[in-house]
């Protein structure tokens, strides 16, 4: 498995160089998924007899991540879905793509992407995972803002990323929460824990694993996000968003079924958020005239479907959910790949204006029926197993349920029926560009996935016993019996089938008729649907920032003192004050001449820095309080700080004469109030310190660990100079760290000072 | 046009003196450096003492003069000082001990015997580094203000 995902990164990184400096076909890419399919296929066996292929690597032991793959039912359909629609998907690209200048930035991402999907269905780790779903939601992001010349296109990719991202944190505390409750990270084990019992705290962590699921899988109210990802090139849509990004959710969904399914509110939560997306993608569906949104919409209701029946849980909802996701990704890449044929074929994807394309793209027509009354359900296609057993889901639940799903059927049917009618019957007219046929790089997906749904349909065994089967099995809690059949016998769900059938042959009819009301109810929904709430909420966060940084962030260096020395020392003045107490003196006070005369040359100092008036002699005299405080070093027999001390002084006071020499002398800017407000927070600022240092004295938690550096400093560091042993050996990693710190804070100074609006003569 | 007014101090009698200082205190900041590990020193110090002897020589000849002296840029200074502090964390990598374990190497050249560490390579690093940052920021502000007159 780890060596799938290094294959397919390594593809991203030399993609970019194969298509632009080596100029070789691109199609060859798509050799690479394919021979992950093949591989993939090689767990099979062991999968399909019930054997879940288990591998591990050890990443970070000391907080139990691994790297580790678990390969089940459920697992292995996705792999195969992700290598096997990507092959296709690279192929279409290839020749979608022909010519466009960033091809190779494509390819990158859509590989890394594919990598991090993969990783994502196969990981074993909750948090190995989570880090694969961060990266979906990232590569995704770079995919769908493709277009990045365009305004639009960059705003719509973001919001996908807010959405996505934000789901993600709240998934993340859910898995922190089931981690810490079941005691492990690793999946494979706890697939095989069912939780019971009920608290606040499981409840909590449904509804963030819920709210992460459903922001993922574009679950109502998130619904909005992944039609507006249609923003994103065909081939992007088509992979991410039919068969493997959006299907995160639900994955993780039923990939978590065992181990909640026994909680109501996973369950109930599923069942209304499932049956809202349905019915409101289904609508949206047929309210849309774009042909990509169409197919958004569409997918925004196979999503719904898909939740709904992990909701109703009954065995033949899991059957069910399985057929029907093999079922809708079959059909909805292919429809996807052909739609935007359609609208690289002929320069407009706007449902309104395409007709009678029937002559021109014939085999697109043939393939555009198939894919569409798949998605209809009509038999003889997979997809028409996977409704019935929908319906009969839906009987074995409550009455408004079957009415639900009947309503959104008959809509999906209407749907369907347009994408075959509108487009390619009536009499041809002028279209933007002159259409033409396909090219067979871009036909070879949709002909191969659909015969597959063609087949799967007439032999529903062939599927069933490899695929669905093991896939069911891992979903259950128990031991399920699957049996696929295209004919079940004149029953209820059959009637129901037929019912959506007529009623949406009506729809399909009216569907011109009603584009002026679709418009008027668009517009509608724009105002008050929860996108325009997704709006707002940018708009007043930025608003927000920007009021905050204006009151903090006034450009005046004097209330930035003020707001960091306040802030920091306040809850710290609190707490001293609160539970410490003032600690008392708790050492000798009697101090000798020495320290008496340091201690006067630094007050001295001090004043006379504070009245000066001169930048030169301020800056000085802060110099002198600095090497007294060198000398207080010296004294207390600390060589390698007084020395330190001194140096540092220099340097500050030189830095600082070249940053002053030419700034005039001070000028009174401050009115007395607002000297006597920064005397106050000075004092203060003094006072807080101080009282810290006294407090933290006498404490004495554990012995002292100057000790062990006194005692180990020549055993283990080789060196006299504890201090210096400290720094390069014991605490060397912290010293790393600082002179990064010290590097950052370098490069700070000269990209302010070279950098800086009008310095455009500096040379950088 | 007239010559770009330099952040120097036209004293004769601190030119000359930079003269001889400046070898005296880089060399010095060296000694600081490799004797660190036993007395007082080190590679922080040491980098102050010899940020503190270019500091000078800015102060005496100017900006540009201090660049001709350096040749290299202070910013890849910075750089080969932040790697060498993370090249040191590596060999112990490579023996199978916790990461940045200090790894020592003991070789006698004739009565001496020479420790040579990982904690030495280290220790340069960060001789390096803090030498890299005071001279970026000096040369920086130095050249900012020039372009400014």
Redesign the interface.
């Given at each position: 498995m780890i060596g799938l995902l290094l294959a397919i990164v390594l593809t991203a990184c030399i993609a970019p160089v194969w298509t632009h400096s080596w100029r070789l076909p691109r199609a060859l890419l798509a050799l690479v998924p394919a021979t992950g399919f093949l591989y993939c296929l090689n767990w099979w066996p062991a999968v399909a007899s019930g054997n879940p292929v288990l591998q591990t690597l050890s990443w970070m032991p000391s907080i139990g991540l691994s790297l580790s793959f678990y390969i089940d039912g459920l697992s292995l359909l996705f792999l195969l879905l992700v290598t096997g629609i990507g092959s296709f998907i690279i192929l279409y690209a290839s020749s979608y793509l022909k010519g466009h200048q960033d091809e190779g930035r494509f390819f990158l991402w859509l590989f890394l992407f594919m990598a991090s999907m993969l990783g994502l269905v196969a990981s074993d780790n909750l948090l190995a995972l989570f880090v694969f779903w961060e990266l979906t939601s990232f590569t995704s992001y770079m995919l769908i803002g493709f277009n990045h010349e365009s305004e639009k296109s960059r705003k719509l990719a973001l919001q996908g990323l807010f959405i996505t991202v934000g789901g993600g944190l709240l998934l993340m505390t859910g898995f922190i929460m089931l981690g810490s409750l079941t005691g492990t990270y690793q999946l494979s084990e706890i697939v095989q824990i069912s939780i019971s019992e009920q608290s606040h705290f499981i409840n909590a962590m449904l509804v963030f694993i819920l709210l992460g699921a459903f922001t993922k899988s574009a679950q109502f109210p998130f619904h909005f996000w992944l039609p507006n990802a249609m923003a994103a090139p065909t081939p992007v849509s088509a992979f991410l968003h039919s068969a493997t990004m959006v299907k995160a959710g639900v994955f993780i969904m039923a990939r978590l079924h065992p181990t909640l399914s026994e909680q109501s509110v996973w369950s109930t939560a599923q069942l209304w958020a499932g049956a809202a997306t349905m019915l409101l993608g289904a609508w949206l569906a047929y309210m849309a005239t774009d042909l990509k949104k169409v197919l958004a919409y569409s997918t925004v209701m196979a999503l719904g479907t898909l939740t709904l029946l992990l909701g109703i849980g009954s065995e033949y909802a899991l059957i069910g959910f399985v057929s029907y996701l093999l079922a809708h990704s079959l059909y909805k890449a292919s429809l996807f790949m052909l739609a935007g044929g359609v609208d690289h074929s002929t320069g407009t994807k706007d449902l309104l204006q395409l007709q009678g394309l029937r002559a021109t793209m014939p085999v697109t027509f043939g393939l555009i029926i198939v894919g569409a009354l798949s998605l209809a359900g009509l038999p003889p296609l997979f997809g028409f197993i996977g409704k019935e057993l929908l319906l009969e889901a839906g009987l074995g639940v409550d009455g408004w349920l079957i009415v639900v799903i009947v309503v959104a059927a008959t809509l999906v049917v209407g749907v369907a029926l347009t994408l075959i009618v509108k487009p390619f019957l009536g009499q041809p007219v002028t279209l933007p560009r002159p259409p033409h046929e396909l090219p067979p790089a871009m036909l070879a997906g949709p002909v191969v996935l659909l015969t597959l749904s063609v087949l799967f349909g007439l032999a529903p065994a062939l599927a069933e016993q490899g695929l669905v089967h093991a896939a069911v099995q891992s979903i259950a809690v128990s031991e399920q019996a699957v049996k696929l059949k295209l004919w079940h016998g004149v029953n209820t769900a059959l009637l129901l089938s037929l019912l959506s059938l007529a009623a949406g042959a009506v729809l399909a009819f009216w569907w011109l008729r009603s584009r002026r009301v679709a418009q008027q109810l668009a517009k509608w929904s724009d105002r008050i649907g929860p996108e325009s709430f997704y709006f707002r909420l940018m708009d007043s966060i930025a608003a927000f920032a920007t009021w905050q940084t204006g009151a903090i962030q006034n450009g005046r260096l004097g209330i930035y003192m003020i707001v960091l020395l306040l802030a920091t020392l306040a809850p710290v003045a609190w707490v001293l004050f609160d539970s410490v107490g003032f600690p008392g003196w708790t050492f000798e006070l009697i101090p000798t001449v020495y320290e008496c005369a340091m201690v006067t040359l630094m007050l001295l100092a001090t004043a006379y820095a504070v009245r000066t008036r001169s930048r030169f002699a301020s800056i000085i005299s802060l110099g002198a309080m600095g090497f007294s405080v060198a000398l207080l070093f010296v004294h207390f027999s600390a060589?390698?700080l007084g020395?330190?001390q001194v140096?540092?002084e220099?340097?500050t006071v030189?830095?600082l004469v070249?940053?002053l020499?030419?700034v005039p002398g001070f000028a009174r800017f401050s009115s007395n109030a607002e000297r006597l407000r920064d005397a106050a927070v000075a004092l203060f600022a003094g006072f807080v310190l101080s009282w810290v240092v006294l407090a933290a004295l006498p404490v004495q938690w554990a012995p002292t660990i100057s000790e062990y550096f006194i005692a180990n400093s020549y055993e283990l560091?080789?060196?006299?100079?504890i201090?210096?042993?400290i720094?390069?050996?014991f605490r060397?990693?912290d010293?790393?760290g600082e002179?990064?710190v010290?590097?950052i804070?370098?490069?700070g100074?000269?990209s302010m000072?070279?950098l800086?609006k009008g310095?455009d003569?500096?040379k950088a | 046009m007239a010559k770009p007014k330099n952040?120097s101090a036209d004293s004769l009698i601190l030119r000359t003196a930079t003269l001889i200082v400046l070898p005296v205190q880089l060399v010095f900041s060296l000694f600081l450096l490799l004797r660190?590990?036993?007395?007082?020193?080190?590679?922080?110090?040491g980098g102050?003492?010899a940020?503190?002897a270019f500091?000078l020589y800015l102060?005496a000849y100017g900006v540009y003069a201090l660049k001709q002296l350096l040749r290299v840029s202070p910013?890849d200074l910075?750089?080969i000082?932040?790697l060498l502090?993370?090249v040191?964390?590596i060999p112990s990598v490579l023996v199978d001990q916790a990461f940045?374990t200090?790894q020592?190497w003991e070789i006698s050249l004739g009565d001496n015997l020479i420790?040579l560490?990982t904690?030495l390579v280290?220790?340069i690093?960060?001789y390096l580094?803090?030498i890299?940052?005071?001279v970026?920021?000096?040369t920086?502000?130095?050249?900012?203000?020039l372009?400014?007159?």
């Open positions: 060589p390698d020395i330190t140096l540092v220099t340097l030189l830095l070249i940053v020499i030419r560091g080789k060196g006299r100079n201090v210096n042993v720094l390069v050996d060397a990693l010293t790393l002179i990064f010290l590097a804070a370098a490069l100074v000269y000072m070279k800086r310095a003569h500096g | 952040i660190g590990h036993d007395q007082p020193g080190g590679g922080f110090i102050l003492v940020s503190g500091a102060y910013k910075l750089a000082g932040l502090g993370l040191a964390t940045f200090a020592w420790k560490s904690v280290f220790d690093g960060v580094t803090v890299g940052t005071l970026t920021m000096f920086a502000v130095a050249e900012a203000q372009e400014e007159s």
